[in-house]
Every structure is written in structure tokens, then in C-alpha cells.
């Protein structure tokens, strides 16, 4: 099974809302390179001893993030990688009190590692991933803007604000005080046979480089469904996969930022602004 790949990345908005957009996403752009490197020889191995090769991206999401995870591993000798991290939720029993202990959670994975844009400075982030069922290329962006598309991880990361709106701020900003990004993991298994990256790369332009209405609880009001976000603020990479022979899905998984630590925050006459 010979995988072919390509990326996307969207375009940098002129009202950027984090520090070096572009430097962001040349780091998420080397790790879709490693990532696809790793799965390439997971595909091989499991080909070698079962009837058929494995796609990852057919599994759960804990298994597609331990491919991450181990290519990360393999590839950035001096990173450090944790899977289902034990991190504490926001809110107002973060500190621990008499009558109102701490309450841990857990992220998919937290990653620290040397980066490529940045020399020896490292590149740090909170990863929370989502899959979903199998789309055709075709109807890809009209998924991506629906209630289980690009709203599923936004709903994810709102969870992290106790009140119950969308706030860029990293939720772990109080308890792991160290420079970082949350970034949302959407992985789509891809069917058909032609697979066209042109047509791919199309409709993700179409949903992460529009004005779109997130859809971020069951009942939404009128003033709510008003709300749309401009994507463009919101910088995303994409690796997109499919197979040469065209007899396994392919795949397209977009890596989004959603959040960051205060100091990554769009600046202004050199102080960092609230990220809201």
C-alpha cells in the first residue's frame, strides 16, 4: 500500500489571532511530514503479517493519536510526549480547598519539542482530537460546516471554559505555566477510488478560510446563531492521504489552533492582548 499525500494551509487572515502565524504552521507542516513518514511504515509493517495493511485512521481516536504520538517520538529525538495527560480542569476549584478538592481531567496529548522555525526554542502544545464516520471528498466541506464538522472540536474546547463561551486564553494557563498552544485534531476517513487532492484542498478552503457559524450547543439562540467566527483567524495545516491503488480510504486530518498561552497572543504596541 503506497501512500500519496499533500497538505494544506490556509491563508494567514490580515487580523491574525495569534503571534506568527506562519511560524506556527511551518511547525504543524513538519509534523504532518513525520506523521505521514510513520504511517507509511505502519501501513507497510501490518501488511507484512495481517491480510491486509491497517489504516489507523479506521481505528479510534486513542489509536490515531499513539501514531502521532510515536512519530513525534521517533522523528524529534529531544521531545517529550503524553498521552492522556493528566491535567487539572479550569474553573474555580483549580486551586484545591477545604471542601472543594482539585479536579483532574485528561488531554489526548501533550507534546514539548525542539521546533523548526523557532532554532532551540521549543514548541509546545495541548492536543485534543475528534473523528469522525467516512465522507466522500465530494461532500467534505459541506461536513466540515455542519454540527459534527469543525463545531465538534470547538464544542470540545468549550468545555474547558467554565463560562460556557468560546475563549481563546489556553484553558491550562493557570497550572502548567509555560508557553503553549491547544490545538483541535479533526481525522476524516476519506472513500471513493479518485481521491483528487485539487478537489480536497478545495473544500477545505471552503470551510476554514470562510466566516463560519459554529454550532456549539444543543439549544442555540437567535442572537447565538448570529455568532459565526472567521476561520482565517484560526490558523489550520491539513494532511491529506490517500492510497495510490486506491483500495483503502484515505484520510484527511486538520490540525487547527484554538488556543494559546497569553504571551503567543496577537500583540499590540508590544503587549499581548486578551485573547477573547
Not at 511547525?27 to 513518514?37: D, G, N
Not at 485512521?57 to 513525534?72: G, P
Not at 483549580?94 to 488531554?107: F, H, L, Q, V, Y
Not at 484520510?251 to 499590540?268: I, Q
Request: charged share 30%; hydrophobic share 35%.
Amino acid at each position: 500500500m503506497k501512500l500519496k499525500s499533500s497538505i494544506y494551509i490556509s491563508k494567514e487572515d490580515s487580523n491574525p489571532r495569534f503571534v506568527n502565524q506562519d511560524g506556527i504552521q511551518k511547525e504543524l507542516v513538519a509534523i504532518c511530514k513525520k506523521w505521514k513518514k510513520y504511517l507509511q511504515l505502519y501501513v507497510n509493517r501490518t501488511g507484512e503479517f495481517l491480510a491486509n495493511p491497517e489504516c489507523p485512521w479506521e481505528n479510534t481516536e486513542r489509536a490515531i493519536v499513539s501514531t502521532l504520538s510515536a512519530a513525534i517520538s521517533r522523528y524529534y529525538r529531544e521531545s517529550i510526549v503524553l498521552e492522556e495527560s493528566r491535567v487539572l480542569k479550569p474553573g474555580n476549584n483549580w486551586k484545591s480547598e477545604a471542601k472543594r478538592p482539585r479536579s483532574w481531567g485528561r488531554c489526548d496529548l501533550w507534546v514539548s519539542m525542539r521546533g523548526i522555525s523557532a532554532g532551540p526554542s521549543s514548541f509546545n502544545f495541548y492536543l485534543e482530537a475528534k473523528t469522525s464516520h467516512r465522507r466522500s471528498a465530494d461532500g467534505l466541506g459541506d461536513f466540515l460546516r455542519r454540527r459534527y464538522g469543525i463545531s465538534k472540536i470547538f464544542r470540545d474546547y468549550l468545555k474547558s471554559n467554565k463560562k460556557g463561551r468560546l475563549d481563546q486564553r489556553s484553558s491550562y494557563r493557570k497550572a502548567r505555566k509555560h508557553e503553549h498552544y491547544v490545538i483541535g485534531l479533526l481525522v476524516t476517513p476519506l472513500h471513493g477510488k479518485e481521491i483528487e487532492f485539487k478537489e480536497v484542498k478545495a473544500e477545505l478552503r471552503d470551510a476554514f478560510e470562510s466566516r463560519l457559524q459554529l454550532d456549539l450547543r444543543r439549544r442555540v439562540t437567535e442572537a447565538e446563531k448570529k455568532n459565526a467566527r472567521r476561520m482565517q483567524r484560526f490558523p489550520t495545516v491539513a494532511l491529506i492521504l490517500r492510497d495510490q491503488d486506491g483500495a483503502h480510504p484515505g484520510m484527511v486530518a486538520s490540525f487547527t489552533v484554538l488556543g494559546a498561552s497569553k504571551g503567543l497572543g496577537k500583540r499590540k504596541n508590544g503587549i499581548a492582548e486578551a485573547l477573547v
